[in-house]
């Protein structure tokens, strides 16, 4: 089972998101996080599950439409641990941050 790290973008990209649903009074944002949070709990098991992004990277798609989120994370086989960098909306176009 492999150890998964959050960067401290999450906690941004999350208050971001959360924001955004409450400015446009959409119910349930507890029950997207409960998702979203059990979709990178799955990694633990599954590293490999996302699609490849760029390079190192992978990308974790979690619910669809507008209940869409997408995680952004690495995955290192050697000590088996996978690194979330980012989260964003599905239908949001590109992350909160740089890549190296």
């Not at 999350?14 to 979203?36: D, K, P, T, Y």
């Not at 507008?66 to 980012?86: E, F, I, K, N």
Request: aromatic share 12%; proline share 5%.
């Amino acid at each position: 089972m492999a150890r998964i790290i959050l960067s401290d973008r999450i906690a941004d990209d999350a208050a971001r998101i959360i924001e955004h649903l409450r400015e446009h009074e959409v119910s349930g944002f507890e029950a997207r996080f409960s998702a979203i949070y059990l979709g990178i709990d799955a990694l633990a098991d599954n590293p490999l599950i996302g699609r490849p992004y760029q390079g190192p990277w992978r990308e974790l798609v979690i619910g669809r439409d507008s209940r869409g989120y997408v995680v952004l994370y690495t995955y290192q086989p050697l000590t088996d641990v996978v690194h979330v960098w980012a989260l964003r909306a599905q239908r949001e176009a590109g992350y909160a941050m740089e890549f190296p």
